[in-house]
């Protein structure tokens, strides 16, 4: 049985920092491209970070390029995101997710095949 669940998510103000942790269970970490996505009420899920298997390239959302950095311990099953200097609109739910699809669908949500359940971050003062 596959299982991914995620941790580390919890109230930071603007500028700070967090960690997220994705424990995986059931599958090969390093056979699976893994990802982070984001959703915040009301809107479509977003990604936000992909490490490329078994872990040579990442991959950064726009908006959290130069602030987030993904990585991955395949030995261990655990993938990483470090977040810095954090914002308000970095408010939302995190997923961890896995894919073993092809490398041109890394920031589509829909080539995922397992999912966490997710962590809540929120950034306010």
């Known amino acids: 049985q596959v299982s991914l669940l995620e941790s580390g998510g919890g109230l930071v103000q603007p500028g700070g920092s967090l960690r997220l942790s994705c424990s995986v269970s059931g599958i090969p970490v390093r056979n699976y491209h893994m990802g982070w996505f984001r959703q915040a009420p009301g809107k479509d899920r977003e990604f936000v970070a992909a490490s490329s298997r078994p872990g040579v390239t990442a991959f950064y959302g726009q908006s959290v390029e130069g602030r987030f950095t993904i990585s991955r311990d395949n030995n261990n099953r655990m993938v990483y995101l470090q977040m810095s200097n954090l914002k308000p609109e970095d408010t939302a739910v995190y997923y961890c997710?896995?894919?073993?699809?092809?490398?041109?669908?890394?920031?589509?949500?829909?080539?995922?095949?397992?999912w966490g359940q997710g962590t809540q971050v929120t950034v306010s003062s």
């Open positions: 997710a896995s894919s073993s699809t092809a490398l041109s669908g890394i920031r589509q949500a829909r080539m995922y095949n397992y």
